[in-house]
């Protein structure tokens, strides 16, 4: 079956430290793959997809098919940065998201 | 431009009565989701309709209904609630499947 993971449940960093959240999927083929992010009291908004090689909010995502990870790092985190993020691979099959379980990140001051 | 709108955004409900959630998006898009979110379970797609016309089961559709009323909306359902259907439902849209998501802001629905 197709899964993604999430190891971590909770990140806590300091600011201006570097930040990475875990992604691992295991998916056959090659899924386009995306982060999301929830900060507190807002909607679920897509923060960056892997095709795209942007760098959004200082965020970016190197996709690893080796390792089939696709981390996403940061190499100064802000408080602001604080909130829900979720990794989502696209299963090319059904063109469905696959959403793994979240990693809540607080960066302290 | 609101965006994808969803209502209502609380709601208590007793065990066995039925209730509809609305979504609308006023984007244009083609294709329309609904997913719950569970403590530790990240988001499981319910419904979802990949164009007018259409609705297919996602992860976990049993207990549900869904009706795309035309292109801007798409209603979720619950015809006997269940408090294991005590959640959060987020409806979403997308230009066409396999594009980025557009997500409403949630409704937070407990069944007791």
């Known amino acids: 079956a197709q899964r993604v993971t999430q190891p971590e449940k909770l990140l806590s960093v300091f600011k201006g430290a570097p930040v990475e959240l875990k992604c691992n999927y295991s998916y056959s083929g090659s899924p386009e793959l995306f982060w999301y992010v929830q900060y507190s009291r807002q909607r679920l908004q897509l923060l960056l997809r892997?095709?795209s090689r942007e760098s959004i909010k200082g965020f970016t995502a190197d996709l690893n098919k080796g390792e089939t990870s696709f981390h996403l790092k940061k190499p100064f985190a802000q408080e602001e940065d604080s909130a829900m993020y979720y990794c989502?691979?696209?299963?090319?099959?059904?063109?469905?998201?696959?959403f793994g379980t979240g990693t809540r990140l607080k960066v302290l001051a | 431009n609101a965006g994808v709108t969803q209502t209502p955004k609380f709601q208590v409900l007793k065990t066995g009565q039925s209730m509809t959630l609305q979504c609308a998006q006023d984007?244009?898009?083609?294709?329309m989701y609904w997913y719950r979110q569970d403590p530790g379970m990240g988001l499981r797609l319910i419904y979802y309709?990949?164009?007018?016309?259409?609705?297919d089961k996602g992860e976990v559709p049993n207990g549900y209904n869904v009706s795309r009323l035309n292109k801007r909306e798409f209603s979720l359902r619950l015809e006997s609630a269940a408090p294991s259907q005590t959640s959060v439902y987020f409806c979403?849209?997308?230009?066409?499947?396999?594009?980025?998501?557009?997500f409403g802001s949630g409704t937070r629905l407990t069944v007791v």
């Open positions: 984007m244009n898009h083609n294709s």
């Open positions: 892997h095709i």
């Open positions: 989502a691979p696209l299963d090319s099959g059904t063109y469905k998201y696959i």
């Open positions: 979403a849209s997308s230009e066409q499947e396999g594009f980025g998501y557009t």
């Open positions: 309709s990949a164009s007018e016309g259409t609705t």
